[in-house]
Structure formats: C-alpha cells, structure tokens
C-alpha cells in the first residue's frame, strides 16, 4: 500500500514492478512477490500472493455515465495461494481478480458504491456494482460470468439498508424480496470504505458475498486527506 513515484516502476509484457515489490504473470497464474514495512509502527511484510485464475475474461464495463471510469473482472473465480514469512502465516483459498481504470479522479463523478461478489451453485460468480452518481440516475451492474466463459446480465433484486458502520458509513446490498441481507463478518472499517461478509438471496439463491461500500465525499474531506499517508506512504 505504498504509493510510489514513476521512478520506481517498471512495466513489461509479464511483470510490472513497484519499488521492491512486484507481479509475475507466468501463463497459468499471477505471482504477486510483497516486500514492504508498515506504516507507522515499522515492521516487515514480504512473502507471496499466487493467483491462479478458473478462466480470464476479456470484458470491461464504464461505471458512469460519462464513461470516464472502467471495471472488469480478469478472473471473477480463481484460487488464491499465500504464503509469507513475515508475518509468518499460510492460507488458501477461492479468488477473486478484477481491474478499475479512470480517466478523471473518482470525486469528480461518484457519490459512493456498493459492490458485491458471490459464487453460486452451478459455479458462475455474480457481482452487483451499485453506482450512485453526483449526476444523473443511479446506475446498477448485475452480471453473471459462467465457466463457459460468457456474461449475462440479470435484473438486481431491490435495494435494503444495511447497519451503518463503525465509522457511521451507510451502505446497502441487493438481495431477494423476503431474504434479509445480513452482516456475519467486518473485514476492514474505515473512515471511508468498509469490506464485509454478508448472507443473502440472489437468483433464488442463499448466497454468502464479499461486499465493499466506498463513501466518496469521506475519501476526500480533508480529514481523510490528512490522515491517508500515515497509512499510505509516499515514496520515490
């Protein structure tokens, strides 16, 4: 999560480096090599990140009306592989790989999101992005990406509320008329961006998702602006 100047990255066909971090594409799956110290306390963080994609896709979507910003999944269902010596943990897992893009900084358009990511039953992964603009209507992505490699949209389930978050950030979720959205799980609480679990329906589906609310006005007050390096340093 250091932010690094030009200076410090390289770029190739397959691998681009960040300071002395860097990403490996070897054909069958995406490397991520994390050699890195905390911030504020110092500590070192560096071991392994493989990603090994179920299929990639080649699709991408524009989020706002202007078309200014972009989101597509590489590898909405993957397997995930880490391993780090510092600090000294190993797990694995199901993944998920996707890319933002913009041409614009991300105030200049959004209010704030809402973003889901589910596995379903016959093994396709449905994603939901719920865009609130500072201009125009509200704009929903609901997409199914099959095994098969394909992409249908669906019609997203109504709207609920779900409890704020520590940090008081309000967020929502889709979920089937008559099945609650619940929260099982707080992975990161911020001051302008939360991470949980949650239960809910979806294609008449019980389902279990990854869930991202981001609160753009936070992101950018003052307060936020201050307080991002000693989380995020800058270095050249």
């Known amino acids: 999560m250091t932010e690094r100047s030009r200076a410090s990255i390289t770029r190739e066909a397959r691998r681009f480096v960040i300071g002395p971090s860097r990403l490996e594409w070897d054909g069958q799956a995406l490397t991520i090599h994390v050699d890195e110290v905390t911030v504020p306390i110092p500590g070192r963080v560096r071991g392994t990140v493989r990603v090994v994609p179920q299929r990639l896709f080649n699709f991408s979507t524009a989020l706002d009306d202007g078309a200014r910003h972009h989101w597509g999944p590489i590898a909405p269902s ?77 019609e997203p389930p109504p709207r609920q509320a779900l409890p704020r978050t520590l940090w008081r950030i309000g967020r929502t979720m889709r979920t089937d ?29 019980a389902v279990e998702s990854v869930h991202e609310t981001l609160s753009v006005p936070r992101l950018v007050s003052p307060a936020v602006r201050f307080m991002l390096p000693w989380r995020m340093p800058r270095v050249k």
């Open 78 to 154: 993957a397997r995930v592989e880490v391993a780090f010596d510092s600090p000294g943990t190993r797990w694995s897992g199901h993944a998920y790989l996707d890319s933002n893009e913009g041409t614009e900084p991300i105030e200049r358009p959004f209010t704030e999101w809402d973003w889901s990511r589910c596995s379903l039953r016959d093994g396709s992964t449905a994603v939901i992005y719920d865009v609130r603009q500072k201009q125009g209507a509200d704009r929903v992505l609901a997409l199914r990406f099959t095994q098969d490699g394909e992409v249908e949209p669906f």
């Open 177 to 205: 008329p008559g099945v609650p959205a619940t929260v099982t799980r707080t992975l990161e609480d911020t001051p302008f961006y939360a991470r949980s679990m949650l239960r809910s329906g979806l294609l008449g589906e």
